[in-house]
């Protein structure tokens, strides 16, 4: 899919789908679940204040919380009209320590500037994951951390990601863990780390209908919940969040 139709997204949405990503996270039905990501990522990141970078960030909601949570924070997104949204969401709480550039992820010119830099449902819009990924390892200081919040295989083949491909000719892949470990070893990265999503966590332990632990799915699920804890599976294909290091000099 072309990076041109990243860029006319939001335009495309119209007026109804514009407000829609302005108010996000809160007006989404998965806000639940967005925020305890936003939650589970902050324990992953070195504590403010610290310089963090937010790739693909779209209308800014995630740099806004990072930056009300003390970190001193780069927005950025391919879309000009995402960021003039992004720019609305910090004027409406006069952050002095958020700022927003337009550009694309996967070329960016950033040199050791950063702490932290994180992805948060945006690297598997990516035309070449391996370049954003490039991209954020030079954007590090030595030391720092990249954070990676991504679906996993099956993503690009959901009735959801079709119709986005086909209605807004966006790009929608799969982006499983075991493909960002592969591809920050290429860039550089050393130490990584895999830890479950919410959504994985949210089914087996806060909805309604709770599968036996000691039938043959709830056992699965449990090994599965294991392995994605103390990361003894390196080629894990679900949804997760990654945690790369940039080594020290």
Not at 73 to 100: H, P
Not at 190 to 196: D, K, T
Request: glycine share 8%; aromatic share 8%; with cysteine.
């Amino acid at each position: 899919m072309s990076k041109a139709a990243e860029q006319t997204y939001l335009e495309k949405l119209g007026a109804a789908g514009r407000q829609h990503s302005k108010e996000k996270p809160f007006s989404d039905p998965g806000r639940g679940l967005s925020l305890a990501s936003i939650g589970a990522i902050f324990t992953l990141l070195p504590p403010p204040p610290a310089r963090l970078l937010d790739l693909g960030c779209g209308g800014g909601w995630t740099s806004v919380f990072f930056a009300k949570s003390g970190y001193d924070v780069v927005g950025q997104d391919i879309s000009l009209d995402m960021i003039s949204l992004s720019e609305e969401n910090r004027a409406a709480t006069a952050l002095r320590s958020l700022s927003f550039v337009q550009s694309d992820y996967e070329s960016l010119n950033f040199r050791e500037e950063f702490d932290c830099a994180v992805f948060f449902d945006s690297l598997h819009h990516a035309v070449d994951e391996a370049a954003a990924i490039r991209s954020a390892f030079n954007a590090l200081k030595p030391g720092g951390v990249l954070i990676t919040h991504e679906p996993g295989e099956g993503h690009a083949t959901t009735p959801a990601s079709i119709e986005a491909m086909e209605r807004y000719g966006v790009t929608e892949r799969d982006m499983p863990p075991y493909l960002i470990i592969r591809r920050g070893r290429e860039a550089g990265f050393g130490e990584s780390a895999v830890f479950p999503m919410p959504h994985e966590l949210n089914p087996l332990f806060y909805q309604g209908e709770r599968p036996d632990l000691f039938s043959r799915a709830g056992l699965e699920r449990a090994r599965h919940l294991l392995r994605l804890a103390f990361n003894r599976t390196p080629d894990l294909k679900t949804g997760a969040i990654v945690r790369l290091v940039k080594p020290r000099r």
